[in-house]
């Protein structure tokens, strides 16, 4: 058997790539879809947080992954490959309309086997809080950023892609089955090995227009991907718009007014820091500064904990083994402020769930006339509070929680 192609037989390095590349995508899509799946039960508000289905998610994501990456090289070699050897010619090319479905659906073909794994690699890319990709080459792409809004964007096109992909990959089947059971011809024996002696097909030329077909069918579906995940965006940031201000517009009976600020979080997830921060909650804060070291007011400080963004695992930091906001909806920080003898600190209780353990946060504080600026930075341990106790390996989710204020305050009276 020749290893390049004829015009009436493919050749065996060609074979090899396609039913190589076939294996890889196959799995790729069987293990993406029980993945998702294990994914919807962890974000359930039922998830009894059983540390059994977690690791199975994140050792199913990272093969789909892993073998999606060697899926992606594997299609590029194919298609490199394919571009400079002959295509053998169609047994019955007097049939157009069915000619011209078969190589639209060849290009279509061609394009979902490189961009399903290419818009899932930069999806993994973009995001925080991942199943890693088992290599040694890191799990980041040059010029791809860090970016939630990015990340949604080619989860979307990696969903569109997807679905070409299985839908073209049927139909590509649906054809090799005609060609076996209707027309009772070498279509699909030629793609076999030994395939032996095969008929010369007519002489015929390919034309252009399947590939024009094929890339205006794919403009339209990255075009609405693209769409969709616009209008997701938008939904979710007028949400958070809207939550901002609440946050800023809250009553307080203090002496100082929150003007704005961030409440943020960093978290620990197979070795990745995932950052996050909440939008909505308020503070009442009464300030008065000494000269010297001593007391220096109060501050209350409510959370709403439904309103925290935690990247891709937001969702499930809602369910019951970790925040439960079903059941807890807000947390609450109570402290005394204190001048030290180098800056300042608040000494109180910080309540989540049902569990309430003591906590100093150090700051800056910044004062100019009835302005002021503070930064605080503390860490706590998630299992304090019985958030995600059962999952007990670091490695998976980090113990230590790194929580990071800063807010500008307006002195009221």
Do not use: C
């Amino acid at each position: 058997m020749s290893a390049n192609n004829t015009f009436s037989s493919y050749g065996s390095i060609t074979k090899s790539f396609h039913w190589l590349t076939a294996l890889l995508l196959i799995s790729a899509v069987l293990l993406g879809l029980v993945a998702n799946d294990l994914a919807h039960q962890i974000e359930s508000p039922s998830f009894d947080g059983s540390p059994d289905v977690i690791s199975r998610a994140v050792l199913l994501f990272s093969l789909h992954k892993t073998i999606g990456i060697a899926a992606f090289f594997t299609a590029v070699a194919r298609i490199i490959w394919a571009l400079s050897q002959p295509k053998p010619g169609l047994l019955h090319p007097e049939n157009k309309p069915e000619a011209l479905a078969a190589e639209v659906v060849h290009w279509l073909l061609y394009g979902a086997m490189v961009a399903t794994p290419l818009t899932g690699w930069i999806h993994h890319a973009a995001s925080t809080g991942f199943a890693p990709i088992w290599w040694p080459f890191g799990q980041d792409l040059p010029f791809v950023t860090k970016s939630e809004s990015l990340s949604e964007l080619f989860s979307m096109l990696h969903w569109m892609s997807s679905t070409t992909l299985q839908i073209t990959f049927l139909l590509h089947v649906a054809g090799a089955l005609k060609h076996v059971v209707i027309d009772r011809d070498s279509t699909l024996r030629r793609m076999l090995p030994n395939s032996g002696d095969l008929p010369l097909p007519p002489k015929q030329q390919h034309s252009a227009l399947p590939a024009v077909l094929a890339l205006v069918i794919w403009s339209a579906v990255l075009g609405s991907g693209v769409f969709l995940a616009q209008q997701a965006h938008d939904q979710n940031g007028q949400g958070a718009d809207t939550a901002q201000v609440e946050t800023a517009q809250a009553p307080t009976t203090g002496n100082w007014q929150v003007e704005s600020g961030n409440l943020a979080l960093t978290i620990q997830q197979m070795g990745s820091a995932v950052s996050g921060e909440f939008a909505t909650w308020q503070a009442e804060i009464t300030f008065d500064a000494p000269d010297s070291p001593g007391p220096a007011g109060q501050v209350a400080v409510e959370i709403d904990i439904s309103s925290l963004s935690l990247g891709t695992v937001g969702d499930q930091a809602m369910g019951p083994d970790y925040f439960d906001t079903a059941t807890y909806p807000t947390a609450q920080f109570d402290a005394q402020l204190e001048k030290t003898g180098t800056g300042y600190q608040a000494v109180g209780e910080l309540r989540i769930r049902d569990k309430s353990q003591p906590l100093i946060l150090p700051f800056t504080l910044d004062i100019n006339g009835d302005s002021a600026k503070m930064h605080g930075q503390t860490t706590v341990n998630r299992l304090d509070f019985d958030i995600g106790k059962g999952t007990q390996d670091a490695g998976t989710l980090g113990f230590e929680v790194v929580l990071d204020i800063s807010l500008t305050a307006q002195k009221t009276n």
